[in-house]
């Protein structure tokens, strides 16, 4: 199982995760994520560039997946940078055009490429920092709590978060459990009723990132959070971050079917279906 | 089941709880609680009117149970204020006469009643804003604990906290789980061994409650918090609630009887029966 | 079983732990562990004395259990005051040298033993402070996370930590799981993978120690934390730790044996015994 390849000494107490197969391979535009790999630091760059919003659309999350295994089987290759290149937004979240209107089969294929993601990013044998450089609501707050550190830029005036009840939508169980380890069960209880998006300095407060940083400092500051993690003996933390995410993991490996078949008929709902049209006409608008 | 019957739209990875049948119907006093529903709000009042301290008897834990049974049926009604109309006290807890010297039978009626009133509270589909306007040990604590979110009054001569330790007896086991999730589990471990009743400040301080008011700001501020809550669309938001109760609330149901026969065998020890006795007689001559 | 023979009123929700059987009897040194009990007061202090730095050797873990038994089967002993007889030190942990080039044999009677230590410990009936006199990483800082409260010498120069990745080696789950109940997930999860050693102030920030007191106030302070834990009814105290306690606990208790074997492997492989080697003579130059 490539994902987990790497970590070849089995830690006592832990079991090793099963594979995690790509969903079957499809053409996909190779052009939304910039990957740059230093072979000197072992670290390499991931941005997100597509514009205007760095939407998690299918194609995108396909082409992450890809290039994140592509990284994670590179034995050059020991930590990501995640980040945009897009100015003022890390990512939108996911793309509400894949979820309206389509076909029940567009929609699983959409979902199992949402959940993919998570695990993959999630359970990285890598150190993944998140540079946070611009507004992050919902699946893009999903991408940043998905990797081990995250860094904010120090303006208000982005902000990131789980919103989604704000939407009319529930954030599935494994957002809200990769959510709960980060902030705790009362905040993130409060934070997902209300659909609650922070400007950094409140995100920072409550630990949903780990450092605020001026934007002209940000590359600096992920090399040398990366510096620090990337100081342990690789196979160590390896086992070390598996098993603190594998319980989470796990509960979405038992039940991703599940899961698939939650989403679609949940997404499938005339009042779900009509809110989210409202939501992208308010959106057109707004430009 | 009526408790749930409104959140028809499944979500993603959430099974419905089962129905939370009411204990067979009984006479009661029905004088307890003071209910007032402001129709153009759709926010009810519901006022402990018990004196001198609200204990939570048999009686008013049933009619606690049909008057917030009787508010989740009601469409006009959307969010519950729990509030005291007692002077100086929200709730002192669980009534001491209901649990000294009386029949197997009575304990069992008793416990169900408590266990009924928390499932019905921490599930209920309406927001709940709990206004501690006095002091509230032990269940009344956990009445308050049940709510979405609690203001208290901003005077340090009043207290909140799990204190039954104090009195010779334990908490029971979804006691404890609904505090470790509003206050995380190391502040949970001490504070119920040390039986630890906390000053509003302090109470504050450690998140047993949200907000601190001065009394007279104590409406205003509850009507606002209800506004900001009621402003989420009320499937998502039900649903999100479901989502984050959900896992403490399955573990009391499947454990139910078993927890009603622990606690019928517990209470029914001599020495706890005489440390009981004690209590009251210590409570009788502080009058 | 003796160690939980106290708590002979059964708690509502409450199961017994099963009993703890001690490894069977072996010949010891009785000698590395100073243990003296206090009648009047019911409060013995157990003191670490195996120079140069309390390395947790299978002798000492063995005393441990044997004294911690005793003083568990003694009416006349409510707690214990767990502290260091040498100085600058608490206990460097797991002793290498028992981890280093002997028979598997000898590695399961080891880890045994480890477990067996801490089994007694975190679910002792009594009282258990410790007094942390000086630096505690890895397997020291696990035996202070064992006890209800960590009193710290207030000396940035004293750390404290689940150093183990720096070592290239692991935590085990049961110390994952300890440490996350009283820190929370986030803070554990970077400090597993960074393997950080806290000063002393910053340990007391994230809660890892509980207060910071000057040396000579230590003793003092000790005595009052005790006094205000033994001033509750024991029986409702024991059944409290136990109720917080029993998840963490059974779930070594179902994997006792795979734990072991996972041990043995880990361990017996030659990249990380070429790791040990290699961290002991470091640690012999370094005199």
Same sequence: chains 1, 2, 3.
Avoid at 74 to 99: H, N, Q, W, Y
Avoid at 125 to 131: D, E, F, G, R, S
Avoid at 183 to 209: F, M, N
Avoid at 220 to 235: G, I, N, R, S, Y
């Amino acid at each position: 199982p490539p994902a987990w390849g790497r970590a070849a000494r089995q830690p006592p107490g832990l079991l090793r995760l099963p594979g995690l197969p790509l969903t079957p391979c499809r053409a996909f535009s190779n052009n939304k994520i910039l990957v740059e790999l230093d072979e000197s630091s072992g670290i390499a760059t991931m941005k997100l560039k597509s514009p205007p919003v760095n939407s998690l659309s299918l194609d995108l999350l396909t082409e992450f997946c890809i290039s994140l295994e592509k990284l994670e089987n590179d034995r050059a290759c020991r930590g990501v940078i995640l980040t945009s290149a897009v100015p003022k937004i890390f990512s939108s979240g996911l793309d509400i055009t894949e979820m309206c209107g389509k076909s029940t089969e567009h929609y699983a294929e959409f979902w199992r490429a949402v959940q993919e993601t998570w695990l993959r990013l999630y359970g990285s044998n890598m150190v993944t920092v998140a540079v946070v450089n611009g507004s992050s609501p919902a699946g893009g707050c999903l991408l940043a709590l998905s990797c081990d550190y995250r860094i904010m830029v120090d303006n208000p005036k982005f902000s990131i978060g789980l919103n989604e009840a704000q939407l009319g939508i529930v954030a599935p169980f494994w957002f809200k459990d990769t959510f709960v380890n980060i902030v705790g069960h009362r905040v993130a209880e409060c934070s997902l009723q209300l659909g609650s998006l922070y400007p950094a300095p409140e995100a920072h407060k409550i630990g949903l990132v780990d450092e605020l940083v001026p934007e002209e400092k940000l590359q600096e500051k992920a090399a040398a959070v990366m510096a620090q993690w990337l100081a342990l003996p690789d196979h160590a933390r390896q086992l070390t971050k598996s098993m603190m995410k594998k319980a989470v993991m796990d509960r979405l490996v038992a039940h991703r079917e599940e899961d698939v078949q939650n989403f679609i008929s949940f997404i499938s709902k005339e009042s779900i279906q009509k809110s989210l049209r409202m939501y992208m006409e308010m959106l057109k608008k707004k430009k």
